[in-house]
C-alpha cells in the first residue's frame, strides 16, 4: 500500500537520519514529495511510504515515539474547470508543475498526481475557483 504522510520535525532535530532509519529499520520504500527544512527550525517534510500495512504502521509509530509528528495527507486540491478563463494566474505559484497552460490549445490543465498541495493556487486564483476537499 501506499500512503502519504506530513512528517513534522521539532526544531533541533531536523538534522535526524529519518530516512535511513524507515529503510534499515523496516524497509520501507519511500519518495520525499516535499521538503521544508531549515536548520535549528522546525522541518517538514511530505513523504509516501511504500510498504504493507503493518510496516507503515510500526514505522509511524516509531518516528512518534521519536517526537516526530506524523500526521496523514487527507485533503487534495479540486478546480471547477468549468468557470476557468485559463488566465495562467495560478501556474505561476505552482512549483511542483501540477498547473500548465502549453500550445496549442492554452487551456489550463491541472495533473492532480504532481500536486504538493502547497495550496498557493487557493489564493493566486482571481476567481477563486481552487479549493481543498479530503482525498479518497
Ligand atoms: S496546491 Fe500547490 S502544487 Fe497543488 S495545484 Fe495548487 S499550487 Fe499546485
Ligand atoms: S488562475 Fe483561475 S481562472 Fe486563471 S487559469 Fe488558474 S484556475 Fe483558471
Redesign the pocket.
Known amino acids: 500500500m501506499v500512503r502519504k504522510v506530513v512528517v513534522t520535525f521539532p526544531a533541533g532535530s531536523a538534522g535526524r537520519s529519518l530516512t535511513y532509519e524507515l529503510i534499515k529499520k523496516f524497509d520501507i520504500m519511500f519518495s520525499i514529495i516535499k521538503a521544508d527544512i531549515d536548520a535549528g527550525r522546525r522541518g517538514k517534510l511530505v513523504l509516501e511510504l511504500d510498504a504493507d500495512e503493518d510496516r507503515i504502521r510500526k514505522a509511524i509509530k516509531y518516528m512518534e515515539e521519536s517526537g516526530v509528528e506524523v500526521s496523514p495527507l487527507e485533503s487534495k ?1 479540486k ?1 471547477d474547470s468549468t468557470l476557468c478563463i485559463s488566465c495562467g494566474a ?1 501556474t505561476s ?7 500548465s497552460i502549453k500550445a496549442p490549445d492554452w487551456k489550463l490543465v ?1 495533473q ?1 498526481d ?9 489564493t ?1 486564483c482571481p476567481l477563486r475557483l ?1 479549493s481543498t476537499e479530503f482525498a479518497d
Open positions: 486540491i478546480y495560478c505559484s505552482c512549483l511542483s508543475g501540477a498547473l491541472f492532480p504532481k500536486c504538493i498541495l502547497c495550496k498557493l493556487c487557493l493566486a481552487f
